[in-house]
């Protein structure tokens, strides 16, 4: 399957989805806590619907009323076979927690998820008194518990990932622990995982996130909470409506611990008019000019800050490209190799990525890698574009954002099947 996306007239309103991120997180803590746990807004992104599967087996049982979850929580593995599917998230955050069980338990996944590396797992769990390998860096990954309470030593330099997964397990273990973290990467994610454990009633110390002490003995308590809306999803309608005209996002919080809110730095440096009002954030087209953006710690800004810097006068820099490597998809070089199909020329130097626009955009055809970043910004760059950009596989976003193509449209984007 491809759809064709043409040059839109972008005007309207739409509501963010509920960010995959911050699901994932809060059904690991329902998991966590006895009693009966309350997630509404609950994101239906496949990364999110492979965390509810996950929790499932690992002794949680939901129910789904639509537009909110009750997850009636208590650890009890029921398989040893926990598959993540594409959710590099519940793979390594759910890592940890099975490490509480004295049974042996095997994390796999699928899809890119068996290209990206996971030493970094068994490096730490080993540490922490589990017996943890993987094969040969990557899925799957055997793990014997049960966890033990200590010091280890945390590299954190790929993803923040792994350090929530060890953050909420150790909490429950007998015994205080101090994690250390080498070169720690998105701490923003960090900040959201430390928030989403304080509503559950537990309680972390953040050393300026170089070491983190934690008392053992913890318990989760259940709680009724509600996802956020997805700053990284709304991102590509942000910027949609800076290339196109004008679209209002609701559903987000302006003060939200998700790092992709920075999307509104970038967006002002490049000129574009936002307006703030409640929960609704709208971004209107004015001239764009090139900008500089470190995206060190919002790497999944990438692909959407492409697409806007394709269409600004001038060289924008973007910095913190080594980020890229290990995602869905290599998404420098993705970027720059697809990206030159339509005419737009991607430059990469020290971790660095410079575009130069206005691009002379043309005709082309663009495949995402089975990347949902990147189906998305190859829209979002096609509603600006002179001539039709024409997407493979475009299904991919359903890892993150299920309902893209159809909120697109719903605010003028033009898109044929």
């Not at 997180?25 to 239906?44: C, E, F, M, Q, T």
């Not at 764009?288 to 001038?314: N, S, V």
Request: charged content about 20%; aromatic content about 4%; glycine content about 10%.
């Amino acid at each position: 399957m491809s759809i064709t996306v043409l040059r839109s007239k972008i005007n309207g309103v739409v509501t963010a989805p509920a960010s995959k991120s911050h699901a994932q997180r809060l059904l690991a803590g329902a998991l966590l806590a006895r009693g009966n746990s309350v997630i509404r807004n609950p994101s239906r992104s496949d990364d999110a619907l492979a965390a509810m599967r996950i929790i499932e087996i690992l002794g949680a049982r939901i129910e789904d009323k639509e537009d909110h979850l009750v997850i009636h929580g208590g650890f009890n593995p029921g398989s040893q076979k926990l598959e993540c599917g594409e959710a590099g998230l519940s793979l390594r955050m759910f890592s940890p927690v099975a490490a509480l069980h004295d049974q042996t338990m095997i994390m796999n996944g699928s899809g890119s998820l068996v290209k990206r590396p996971v030493q970094m797992v068994a490096d730490a769990l080993n540490q922490l008194g589990a017996r943890c390998q993987t094969q040969d860096g990557f899925v799957p990954i055997w793990i014997r518990g049960p966890l033990k309470s200590g010091k280890a030593t945390v590299d954190g330099s790929i993803s923040s990932q792994l350090l929530t997964g060890i953050l909420m397990a150790l909490p429950v273990v007998k015994g205080d622990s101090v994690i250390e973290v080498l070169d720690l990467q998105s701490r923003p994610y960090i900040d959201l995982t430390l928030e989403v454990l304080k509503t559950f009633g537990i309680r972390i110390e953040n050393k300026s996130y170089r070491e983190f002490h934690i008392p053992g003995k913890q318990k989760y308590k259940a709680a009724d909470l509600t996802v956020e809306g997805d700053w990284s999803g709304a991102a590509f309608l942000l910027v949609a409506g800076a290339l196109g005209g004008t679209a209002t996002v609701r559903n987000l919080q302006a003060n939200s611990h998700q790092a992709d809110r920075q999307i509104l730095t970038a967006l002002g440096r490049a000129g574009s008019r936002i307006e703030i009002l409640g929960d609704g954030v709208t971004v209107s087209r004015e001239e764009l000019k090139a900008f500089d953006f470190d995206a060190t710690q919002c790497p999944d800004l990438f692909p959407p800050l492409a697409a806007l810097a394709a269409h600004c006068e001038g060289t924008t820099r973007i910095m913190g490209a080594h980020r890229l490597i290990h995602k869905e998809s290599n998404r420098a070089k993705a970027l720059q190799d697809e990206f030159f199909k339509i005419g737009v020329t991607i430059r990469l130097e020290a971790g660095t990525m410079y575009i130069t626009g206005p691009s002379m955009m043309k005709t082309g055809d663009i495949d995402p890698r089975g990347d949902h970043r990147m189906a998305m910004a190859a829209a979002t760059i096609a509603t600006c574009s002179r001539t039709p950009v024409r997407i493979s596989s475009p299904e991919c976003v359903s890892k993150s954002y299920p309902d893209f193509f159809k909120d697109l449209r719903s605010i003028g984007g033009r898109i044929d099947e």
